[in-house]
C-alpha cells in the first residue's frame, strides 16, 4: 500500500473516478484541482493550486510515493492554454517528483491523440510506430511522454505514460468502438502500475479488449494487465441511433477522428 496517493485533476471524469475507486490504494490521497472538490472525506486531502504554479506544485507533489496524473488541458484548446496546464505543468510536477524526499512512481495520462494522424487500417505499437499529433493538445502530450522518459533516464522515476483512448460508460460513436476504455479496465490498470516491482517507463494504449481495436500493446505485457471489456456490445445500439461516417470522413480515416480537422485554436 502507498503511503501517500496524489490525483490530479481530481474534478475531471476520469480524476473524479479515481478519487471514488482508488482510496484502497493509499492510506492518504491527496486530491488536486484548481477549484470544486468538496469536503474532503476521510483519509483524503485537498490541495487547490494550478499546475502552472511550480512553488505550488511542487509543494503539493512533496511526501507522495504515488501520483496518478489526470490534470491539465483534456482537450484542444489555444497554445497559451495547453502550454501552461501540458508544457509547463508537466514539468512542475516532474521537477517536484525529482526534488521530493520520497520518489514517486507515477500514472500519466497521455492520449491516443499523440498518434491521432494515423490511419485506423495501421495497428499501432508504441515502442515501433512514430507519434503522429492531430493538435497542439496531441503535441503538448508527446512532450509529456518526452519529459517522463528523460527523468526515468536522468533520474529513475518510474512513469506509465497511458495514452488513454476513450473512457466513456459507454462509446459515444463508431470511431470510438475501437478507443473505448471501461472503467473498469482503467482502475485494473493503474492497480497494475503501481504493483508490479519494477516499471520502468512503458508507453501504452489505454485501451479495453475491443475486437475493433487498432493498438498492440504486447510491449507491456510484463504489467500483467488483461482488459476484460469489449465495445462490442454496444455496436448494435449505435447502428440503431446513428448512420455510421462514410469511409471519406475524418472520423472513418484517422484514428484521432476530428481533431486531425480541428484548426489552431488562436486567442
Not at 105 to 113: G, V
Request: some cysteine; glycine content about 10%; hydrophobic content about 35%.
Amino acid at each position: 500500500m502507498l503511503q501517500k496517493l496524489l490525483i490530479t485533476g481530481a474534478n475531471g471524469s476520469l480524476g473524479s473516478l479515481c478519487r471514488q475507486r482508488l482510496g484502497h490504494m493509499a492510506k492518504t490521497i491527496r486530491l488536486n484541482a484548481r477549484r470544486g472538490l468538496g469536503v474532503a472525506g476521510p483519509d483524503e486531502e485537498i490541495v487547490y493550486c494550478d499546475l502552472s504554479d511550480k512553488s505550488a506544485v511542487e509543494a503539493m507533489v512533496e511526501g507522495c510515493d504515488g501520483i496518478v496524473h489526470m490534470g491539465g488541458q483534456a482537450v484542444e484548446g489555444p497554445w497559451k492554454i495547453v502550454k501552461a496546464a501540458n508544457i509547463d505543468g508537466m514539468f512542475n510536477l516532474y521537477e517536484g517528483a525529482r526534488k521530493s524526499s520520497v520518489q514517486p512512481r507515477i500514472f500519466f495520462a497521455s492520449s491516443h491523440h499523440t498518434t491521432g494522424f494515423h490511419a485506423q487500417t495501421t495497428r499501432l505499437d508504441p515502442s515501433k510506430n512514430p507519434t503522429r499529433p492531430d493538435g497542439l493538445y496531441g503535441v503538448s502530450k508527446v512532450f509529456g511522454e518526452a519529459l517522463a522518459r528523460m527523468y526515468y533516464d536522468k533520474f529513475g522515476i518510474e512513469t506509465a505514460c497511458v495514452r488513454i483512448g476513450s473512457c466513456f460508460p459507454e462509446p459515444p460513436s463508431h470511431r470510438m468502438l475501437s478507443s473505448w476504455l471501461s472503467a473498469d479496465d482503467m482502475i485494473c490498470l493503474i492497480e497494475r502500475i503501481f504493483s508490479v516491482p519494477q516499471l520502468g517507463c512503458p508507453v501504452l494504449y489505454g485501451v479495453s479488449d475491443n475486437d475493433a481495436a487498432w493498438w498492440d500493446n504486447s510491449s507491456a505485457a510484463y504489467l500483467g494487465w488483461r482488459p476484460k471489456d469489449n465495445s462490442e456490445r454496444f455496436r448494435s445500439k449505435l447502428d440503431a441511433e446513428r448512420t455510421p461516417p462514410m469511409r471519406n470522413e475524418p472520423d472513418a480515416m484517422y484514428q484521432g477522428g476530428l481533431f486531425c480537422t480541428d484548426g489552431i485554436h488562436e486567442e
